[in-house]
């Protein structure tokens, strides 16, 4: 439901070669429950743009080399399509060689109206409708996928989460891993003892201070384990 009668939803546009993939698991659960009301989805075949009976969105890359090439006019004119004139949001291309994504990224997304994601295939997409268009590369991680629509819906799904209304309990994000520059903390619940192993003692004292004390000495010990890197940025 609407938090505020006044506030459009959050659009989301997909370019994609298999439109027929969304919204797949963005149709369940939290984002699933908020389609349609919290944020939209518009998912756009981009071989509706191929300009010959085949269909045809790439060709050889210049300069010789394997695989193919999407086409930079065929994506353009699906862009353009999408987003006209006056569209303030951002363009993303799911890439590999993209700037990692992160819950930074996540958090920037959701304040915005909405995004449009580009899910690449083939050997790579033509430089220039990248630099025409101003596409922005994103990565969801250090490896290769067969194409790009799992990042698009993992970026989806990192936003959309985050909208007012979406995950109900705010308190739920902010202590999140990631949400302070920290992994999260280990949870316990019922059974009390489960195979020897009882909760920590802290969890069951009902002494507020200690608990939250505890908990950010345990994030800071998994992210000193576990992540480093997350101590070591400013």
Request: aromatic fraction near 6%; hydrophobic fraction near 40%; charged fraction near 25%.
């Amino acid at each position: 439901m609407k938090t505020e009668a006044t506030r459009d939803p959050w659009r989301a546009t997909v370019l994609t070669l298999f439109p027929e993939m969304f919204p797949g698991p963005l149709g369940v659960s939290l984002a699933g429950r908020a389609l349609g009301e919290e944020w939209t989805l518009d998912t756009r075949d981009i071989r509706n743009h191929a300009t010959d009976r085949h269909r045809s969105v790439d060709d050889t890359p210049a300069g010789g080399g394997p695989g193919m090439v999407l086409r930079a006019d065929i994506l353009a004119a699906a862009i353009d399509s999408a987003s006209p004139e006056g569209d303030a949001r951002p363009r993303w291309l799911m890439s590999p060689r993209g700037e990692l994504f992160d819950q930074a990224m996540a958090e920037e997304l959701a304040s915005g109206p909405g995004v449009m994601l580009i899910a690449g295939r083939f050997e790579g997409i033509d430089q220039r409708v990248i630099d025409a268009r101003g596409l922005r590369e994103v990565s969801v991680g250090s490896y290769v996928l067969s194409g790009g629509e799992i990042a698009a819906m993992a970026v989806l799904e990192a936003a959309v989460r985050l909208l007012p209304g979406v995950m109900g309990n705010a308190e739920s994000a902010e202590s999140e891993s990631f949400s302070g520059g920290l992994l999260e903390y280990p949870h316990y619940t019922r059974p009390l003892d489960f195979e020897g192993r009882t909760i920590p003692e802290v969890l069951r004292s009902g002494n507020h201070e200690e608990i939250a004390r505890w908990r950010r000495e345990q994030a800071l010990k998994l992210t000193r384990i576990r992540r480093p890197d997350l101590l070591a940025k400013p």
